[in-house]
């Protein structure tokens, strides 16, 4: 069973390589990017039957620095 | 002093620590492998020292803040002994819980490495015993991630209770209320970003950071 999180700094947390990569797809030509956030994806195998509980036990416990970051938990279905 | 410093896999700043509690306390830390789940008996002192544990993989501390010595040192800490994090440390503790807070990636993206102006808040701590309160101290930085980071609430409560122990006297890296280092709620766990230990003798440039030692052994007898 695959399972992907997705882990992003929380609304209001400044995010200084987001903006490196905004300021460096300026320096590129593109305009109207208007804001970026750099965040980190994590794919997970895991048992079959392993329970939405236990994912975001993990998440909180390891994958996401819950002070500053959210996580998102998407099974490979939604994924795809 | 009994002292030991722990050791992880990418740790680089443990020798220079194991030397300044040496030179203070005349007595050599026993140095503790992250893999170890047991700390020696009767330790006053825990120190954890910079580096970067595991390659900072996930995050800063992360991984090391799931090690098996960290179950250890946190149920010292809970029992009073005085655990001491720095830079890296710092980031551990608070990847632990055993700090309030997270440490980002400095505001200005870049590695900061040089000389940097604090003040003392708290002169009253164990670990800061030896110092006045509003004094300037220089102490070397040398991190990627020392943006000190909390909700307003959290920042308040450190305040309001003496527990931010050093402050940067100017921005250095973007760090809320320009915070560079706190206590616990029991007073017995510091995290700082800057390197008390690389400021011990002449040759450092300066003994600024010898009295962090010097307090502790005071404390701690």
Same mark, same amino acid.
């Given at each position: ?80 | 002093?009994?002292?030991? =410093?722990? $050791?992880?896999?990418?740790? @680089?700043?443990?020798?220079? !620590?194991? /030397? &300044?509690?040496? *030179? ?56 009073? =002994?005085? $655990?001491?994090?720095?830079? @890296?440390?710092?980031?551990? !503790?608070? /990847? &632990?819980?055993? *700090? ?122």
């Amino acid at each position: 069973m695959k399972v992907r999180v997705l882990v992003t700094l929380k609304n209001g947390v400044l995010d200084p390589q987001g903006k490196a990569i905004h300021h460096a797809l300026e320096g590129l030509g593109f305009a109207g990017v208007n804001d970026v956030r750099a965040g980190k994806l994590i794919e997970l195998d895991l048992a079959d039957g392993t329970g939405d509980a236990e994912i975001e036990e993990m998440c909180r416990r390891l994958l996401a620095n819950t002070v500053i970051e959210n996580f998102r938990i998407e099974r490979a279905e939604q994924a795809a | 002093m009994n002292s030991a =410093v722990i $050791v992880f896999p990418g740790s @680089n700043c443990d020798r220079d !620590l194991a /030397e &300044a509690l040496r *030179l203070v306390s005349g007595r050599a830390p026993a140095m503790v492998w992250h893999r170890e789940s047991e700390l020696p008996h009767g330790l006053d002192l825990i120190a954890v020292p910079g580096g970067f544990s595991y390659g900072d993989y996930l995050r800063s501390g992360a991984m090391a803040a799931q090690s098996p010595v960290m179950r250890a040192v946190k149920e010292a800490a809970e029992g009073g =002994v005085m $655990v001491l994090g720095i830079c @890296n440390g710092f980031q551990v !503790l608070t /990847e &632990a819980r055993l *700090l309030p807070g997270a440490l980002m990636r400095n505001a200005g993206i870049r590695f900061i490495g040089r000389d940097v102006a604090l003040r003392v808040e708290n002169g009253q701590s164990p670990f800061t015993a030896r110092y006045d309160a509003g004094e300037e101290i220089v102490f070397p930085v040398a991190h990627h991630d020392g943006n000190y980071q909390a909700d307003a609430e959290t920042l308040d409560r450190l305040e309001g209770e003496g527990r931010v122990a050093f402050r940067y006297a100017g921005d250095v890296n973007g760090s809320a209320r320009g915070i560079a280092g706190i206590l616990n709620e029991a007073g017995n766990v510091l995290g700082l970003m800057p390197h008390p230990e690389r400021m011990v003798e002449p040759a450092h440039g300066g003994e600024g950071g010898r009295r962090l030692f010097e307090g502790l052994l005071e404390t701690v007898g």
